[in-house]
């Protein structure tokens, strides 16, 4: 009771308080729950905000991230063990080259991923042992490189040698070349796949980046699909959420075909991994060979990028993701066997290649890149493109009665959706009125009919009156006569 009494009290409080004092009281009860949480570790505040926070679309990768050596396929500063001897070595014919003016410092570029009539400019960076700040400040002498005896060598290696290496750096990955893909020819883009090619509606993914840089070397373009995603005019799309890869399959049976792209995108099997209970990595091979012949098939003349899967900070994801992985190789493997056109876009970092996405690019899903790491996607399908371009194995699309630039195509069917709207509002308008002027004769009928009917009865009243004088007045000489 005396609970009961109680609680009726507090109830007739709260009533009693005014909405902005309820607000007042439910706002300082949630912080005071929050901090008790954020205290015994029980929720991250950090991330709470980050939720709240808005990503510009444009923001960069963060550079500092990417001049890290990556040893075993991860990262050196998340690495404790020490770099062995030769690593840097062969990691550097690994790294990227910089596309720089021409000069006497031009060298090599990596092989396949970069067009052999650019001139390339590298700059090593030093990684040496730590110096002291007067060392850093002081004027480095000129050092001249002079042959090494044996006997002037040591007997043991020093502790932290002094290496020229070329610094990993995801903004010059896919440096502009000098002239359009293919000679100029028109790009009819495919982007098939799931999520990982939907992306968030702002930023589209990588399909808004690559788009941009295409349009921007002088190639008009256009994206085709039977769906539609994202904040960009030209945003169609072959790829839907949640969708393996033998489904997808399914789903482009009629559009490829019909659209007959000459640039096809391909990242599928996420799903597969994600839904694994459901389909998982056991048919990866067959279904992802199943959709590459098919592609080839249906459009002759397309080149197929195909895309392993990024990482994911799920264990049990990441497991199924390295299988479908190996086999999407091997399909690669296999295709390019054949003669067929063909460029493998490795996406995962466990290969040992530089601008690879890390854990640390993952969102809180376990699943899907932040901005940043679908930035680094669209950099690596970049130099696939370049790829694809210096083996000459992009051409012009089918003529399909498809245009070729995918903005004026939504631009004329805007125009022409706007005009069917208005012809449709205007015969709507005309419908109306033509309805309101047959009620407003209907209505005039009704007023005339009244009138007539007086009109009517007055006359019918004259008559009747005539006819009852004149049996009066017979009736009268009648008894006259009488």
């Known amino acids: 009771m005396l609970i009961q009494s109680r609680l009726g009290g507090l109830g007739g409080q709260w009533r009693q308080l005014s909405k902005l004092g ?6 300082v009860s949630f912080f005071f729950i929050l901090a008790v949480l954020w205290g015994t570790g029980t929720v991250d505040v950090d991330y ?7 990503t510009p679309v444009d923001e960069p990768i963060p550079q500092e991230k990417d001049d890290t050596p990556i040893i075993d396929g991860v990262p050196n500063d998340q690495n404790d063990r020490p770099i062995p001897d030769g690593v840097i070595e062969e990691a550097e014919d690994k790294q990227p080259a910089k596309v720089g003016s021409v000069g006497e410092g031009a060298s090599k570029a990596t092989p396949g991923k970069q067009d052999a009539s650019l001139p ?6 030093k990684i040496g042992s730590e110096k002291s700040h007067e060392q850093d400040l002081a004027p480095s002498p000129s050092v001249h490189a002079e042959p090494v005896t044996e006997s002037q060598k040591p007997d043991k290696p020093s502790a932290a040698p002094t290496i020229d290496i070329i610094p990993v750096n995801t903004s010059i ?40 840089w295409l349009v921007s070397l ?32 399914e789903k482009a049976q009629k559009a490829v075909p019909e659209m007959q792209p000459n640039l096809i995108i391909v990242n599928a099997g996420s799903s597969d991994c994600f839904q694994e209970d459901h389909w998982g990595s056991a048919h990866g091979y067959d279904y992802t060979r199943n959709l590459v012949d098919f592609l080839f098939e249906a ?8 895309s392993t899967l990024v990482t994911s900070t799920s264990a049990k994801y990441e497991r199924c993701i390295k299988s479908i992985n190996a086999q999407i190789r091997q399909v690669a493997v296999d295709v390019r066997r054949e003669g067929k056109h063909l460029v493998l ?20 899903d376990k699943m899907h890149p932040t901005w940043d790491g679908w930035a680094m996607m669209g950099e690596i399908y970049k130099q696939d493109i370049l790829e694809a371009d210096a083996n000459g194995w992009i051409v012009a699309p089918a003529e399909n009665g498809i245009m070729d630039d995918g903005d004026a195509e939504r631009d ?9 709207e208005q012809a449709a509002k205007e015969e709507k308008a005309k419908a109306e009125k033509e309805k309101a002027e047959a009620e407003k004769a209907k209505a005039k009928e009704q007023e005339k009919k009244p009138q007539e009917l007086k009109v009517g009865d007055g006359k019918t009243t004259a008559a009747t009156t005539t006819t009852t004088t004149t049996m009066t007045a017979r009736r009268s000489r009648r008894n006259r006569v009488r």
């Open 173 to 212: 990955l896919a440096a502009p070349p000098s002239k359009a893909i293919g000679g100029g020819v028109p790009l009819r883009v495919m982007f098939i796949g799931a999520s990982m090619t939907l992306g968030d509606p702002r930023q589209s993914a990588y399909r808004m980046q690559l788009r941009e």
């Open 22 to 27: 309820k607000v007042v009281f439910i706002s």
């Open 412 to 420: 004329l069917e805007d125009a022409e959706k706007a005009k069917a």
């Open 218 to 249: 002088g190639n008009a373009v256009n994206c085709v699909g039977t769906a539609r995603f994202g904040h960009f005019k030209d945003n169609d799309v072959q790829a839907f959420a949640a969708t393996p890869i033998h489904i997808l399959h």
């Open 345 to 364: 876009s490795e996406q995962h970092y466990d290969q040992g290649l530089p601008g690879r996405m890390t854990p640390e690019y993952i969102k809180e």
């Open 48 to 54: 709470v905000r980050n939720q709240f926070k808005t």
């Open 299 to 306: 459009s002759p003349r397309a080149t197929v990028i195909l």
């Open 120 to 125: 390339i400019d590298t700059e090593p960076v």
